[in-house]
C-alpha cells in the first residue's frame, strides 16, 4: 500500500484537523497522520474529487500545484507561532523559520508570496497578530503590558501603536467598545 501527501488549505487549530480526520474515517480512507495543512494517507483507491468536495463542504480544500502548497505552508508557520507557540518561539526570526521549514530562500518564499497573496509575509504576520491581541482582549484576562509581552512586542506603545494602524482605534477604544469582531484565521 503507498502513502501521498495531501496538502490541505485553510486548516489552522486542531478542530480542523479533527474535521479532516472525520471527513477521511467517513469517505474510508487510510490516513496514517493528520496536521495542519496535510494528511498522510494511503492512497488506494481515493476518489479525489469526492474528496475535495467535501473537504470543501466543510471549508477546506485540497491544493495541487506546488505554489499554493508553499503559501499554504508559510501560513500554517505563521498561524501556528503565533497562535499555538510560546513566547520564546515569537521570539525567533520569522525569515529563517520560513526558510527552514520549506528549504526554499527566503527572498524567494517572499516574493511568491507577495504575488499571489497580494500582501507581503510581514503585513501577513501583523494581521495575525493583531487577531491575536483582539483574542486575548476579549478574554479580559491580561492586561495591554501583558499581551505585549506575550506577543514579544518590543513595548506595549509599539503594540499599540501598530494596533490603531491596522484597526483605527486605540487599545483602550477597542476593549470599551466590547466588540466582537474577529476574524477567522484562514481568511486573512
Do not use: W
Amino acid at each position: 500500500m503507498s502513502k501521498a501527501t495531501l496538502h490541505i488549505k485553510n486548516m489552522v487549530c486542531p478542530r480542523c484537523i479533527t474535521a479532516v480526520e472525520d471527513t477521511l474515517t467517513n469517505l474510508k480512507i487510510k490516513f496514517e497522520s493528520v496536521k495542519l495543512g496535510e494528511a498522510e494517507v494511503f492512497n488506494d483507491n481515493i476518489d479525489y474529487n469526492l474528496l475535495d468536495i467535501r473537504l470543501k463542504a466543510i471549508g477546506f480544500e485540497l491544493i495541487n500545484n506546488d505554489d499554493s502548497k508553499i503559501i499554504e505552508t508559510i501560513k500554517t508557520i505563521i498561524i501556528n507561532i503565533i497562535h499555538h507557540s510560546d513566547r520564546e518561539t515569537l521570539n525567533k526570526n520569522f525569515s529563517k523559520i520560513l526558510s527552514d521549514k520549506t528549504k526554499k530562500p527566503y527572498t524567494y518564499l517572499s516574493n511568491l508570496f507577495s504575488e499571489k497573496e497580494n500582501i507581503t509575509i510581514e503585513k501577513y504576520i501583523i494581521l495575525q497578530k493583531i487577531e491575536k491581541v483582539k483574542e486575548l482582549i476579549s478574554y479580559k484576562d491580561l492586561s495591554f503590558s501583558e499581551i505585549a509581552y506575550k506577543l514579544h512586542y518590543s513595548s506595549p506603545a509599539h503594540l499599540s501603536t501598530q494596533f490603531k494602524k491596522i484597526m483605527g482605534c486605540s487599545l483602550s477604544e477597542y476593549k470599551k467598545m466590547n466588540i466582537d469582531d474577529r476574524k477567522t484565521l484562514d481568511v486573512l
